[in-house]
């Protein structure tokens, strides 16, 4: 069996304030180690937009070329161009589209550290009681 703990309610109260303040110096770091972490990504995000915008920006024009080459010679290298377009157009959208989900707002948000200090908070919480 255990010794009964003979610390004084002061002694009490001042290691738990110590481990309170270790606890919330902690969580803040998880915090921001998160939040690094989720910035880096929107970082890799947007330039996965940009390099789907420019794939965007080159389909297009190549659909535009493919119909001014259509008009003007009706030839196989009209439907080359048009084919090149789509596939270009189609590969910058999925780009665009897969990355604007990364850099959404509900995507940066510290979700485990608030997880986190939602356990600490019922933790303490049932040894005050």
């Known amino acids: 069996m255990s010794e009964p703990d003979t610390r004084s309610i002061p002694d009490v109260l ?11 110096r902690k969580e803040s770091e998880l915090v921001r180690t998160e939040v690094k972490e989720n910035i ?8 996965s937009m940009s390099l789907g915008a420019a ?16 008009l003007s010679h009706v030839m196989d290298p009209a ?9 270009a157009g189609l590969l910058g959208y999925s780009l ?8 959404q707002p509900s995507a940066l948000a510290p979700d485990r550290a608030a997880r986190q200090i939602q356990k600490d908070a019922q933790l303490v919480k049932e040894q005050v009681r």
């Open 14 to 24: 001042s290691a738990v304030a110590g481990d309170l303040a270790d606890l919330v």
């Open 40 to 47: 880096s990504d929107a970082a890799k995000a947007g330039m």
């Open 55 to 70: 794939l965007l920006l080159g389909g297009f024009l190549s659909l535009i070329a493919a119909v001014v080459l259509a």
């Open 79 to 87: 439907w080359a161009a048009l084919l090149v377009g789509l596939v």
């Open 96 to 103: 665009v589209r897969g990355a604007a989900k990364k850099v």
